[in-house]
């Protein structure tokens, strides 16, 4: 195979074979392809306007590098007139996000982009160190989740953003897809796949729709305002096979290990049953994404009637948003409060809600894509020498 020539320009040799396609491409038809197809899910869904402040949700990992990376390159080459800005949130786990926050520093140096860094510890007065020691190993990936949300939005407000991009990715919508209708979360499988929610996002566990806080270290109730704020995923469409490729072979400089404290979430199930269906069906994360976006939802589902949190303003599903009650139950001793919600995913679901628990490049990625492709994968690209820079905040 490594003989052939790239299908599309029928004049390079073909480097890899697209997951998502199946088509064999060079590596500069490969690039122009990728990012194409995410500049027109940009332009169709018409997610930007000239002028507009967009926070790119940087946490080091592989998908929000090639975001941030491919949001500077289609904002150049189509003048898209974007502000762009790398905002990243320090949840306070050592070895893990001290790690990833440093190549998320050499990011911004790479890619020019100033940098806004929020801490839970500065937030909420608890890092996720500090909430594991309390509650243990079991739910902390819905505090984290739930308080990541609202730690984004409230970044975003600081800086006058309106618009936040992640980078979940096409395999994420498609897991998502799937564990609401697995877990029968009607209402939420009805908005699970929209590429931009205002507000309420449709990937997020248990409450998590209401952000918010309710920090006993007084954030205030000064969030007025962040129901406006709109948050997309341009990578909707792009396969996480692809993304990997995509960083690898531009030798993009992220991070690869995965959260110490990501348990055994639910979503993993979700995710080796689309790994099966793709063995005998490649297109089936398309394929899923598309049946949810063609669900009509029958009228007498239930769904949440958005309220006021009583304590911080924030939208919420009951009097207090999630992450008011889950902060009064851990500064209270009672952990367990907001944690457990009949109508709501279990913590472990939580983990995936705001996409904290994505798969991670395996590690010896080269082996990995010679097995995704059957091509000899080039030498492993080493990352660039730490140069400890320190951020840009000007804000
Ligand atoms: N700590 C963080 N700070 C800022 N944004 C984050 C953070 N964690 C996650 N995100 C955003 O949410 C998206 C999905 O996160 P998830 O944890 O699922 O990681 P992932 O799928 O491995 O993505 P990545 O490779 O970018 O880490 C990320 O691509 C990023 O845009």
């Known amino acids: 195979m490594s003989q052939k020539l790239c299908t599309t320009c029928v004049t390079a040799r073909a480097v890899l074979r697209r997951p998502k396609t199946g088509a064999l491409v060079c590596r500069e038809c490969f690039y122009n392809v990728f990012e194409e197809e995410i500049h027109r899910t940009i332009v169709d869904a018409q997610l930007f306007a000239p002028g507009d402040r967009v926070a790119i949700g940087a946490s080091g990992g592989k998908d929000s590098t090639v975001l941030a990376h491919i ?10 007139g974007l502000d762009l800005y790398l905002l990243s949130i320090d949840e306070g786990i050592a070895g893990y996000r001290d790690d990833s926050l440093d190549t998320v520093k050499r990011n911004q140096q790479q890619y020019d982009l100033p940098l806004k860094i929020l801490s839970y510890n500065e937030l909420y007065g608890w890092t996720m160190d500090d909430i594991v020691r309390s509650i243990g190993g079991k739910n902390n990936c819905t505090f984290c989740g739930v308080f990541r949300r609202q730690a984004l939005d409230r970044g975003a407000a600081a800086l006058g953003i309106d618009h936040i991009v992640t980078g979940h990715n096409a395999d994420d919508m498609a897991e998502t897809v799937l564990m609401n209708v697995l877990r029968g979360d009607i209402a939420r499988l009805e908005r699970c ?20 806080c309710g920090s006993a270290g007084g954030l205030g109730s000064d969030f007025a305002g962040l129901s406006g704020i709109r948050r997309s995923k341009p990578f909707k469409y792009a396969y996480e096979k692809e993304i990997v490729m995509y960083a690898y072979f ?16 639910y979503r993993g199930f979700a995710r080796m049953y689309l790994r099966e269906l793709e063995l005998v069906r490649p297109s089936a994360a398309i394929d899923i994404i598309r049946s949810g976006e063609a669900l009509r939802v029958g009228s007498t589902v239930t769904r949440a009637v958005q309220q006021t949190c009583t304590r911080c303003g924030y939208m919420a599903s009951n009097e207090l948003c999630k992450a008011c009650l889950l902060l009064e139950g851990l500064n209270r001793g009672v952990p367990s409060l907001g944690v457990s919600s009949k109508s709501h995913p279990s913590a472990s679901d939580a983990a995936s809600g705001d996409g904290t628990n994505g798969t991670e490049a395996p590690r010896g990625i080269g082996r990995t894509i010679e097995r995704w492709t059957g091509i000899a994968a080039p030498p492993v690209a080493t990352p660039p020498p730490e140069k400890r820079a320190p951020a840009r905040m000007d804000w």
């Not at 796949?193 to 918010?212: L, Q, R, V, W, Y």
């Not at 030798?251 to 055994?264: G, H, I, Q, R, W």
């Open 71 to 80: 949001m500077k390159t289609l904002n150049e080459r189509h003048k898209y």
């Open 193 to 212: 796949t929209e590429i931009m929610t205002k507000g309420a996002d449709s990937n997020a566990p248990a409450d998590e729709d209401a952000g918010g």
């Open 250 to 265: 531009k030798k993009l400089d992220y991070f690869s290990t995965e959260c110490s404290y990501s348990p055994a979430a």
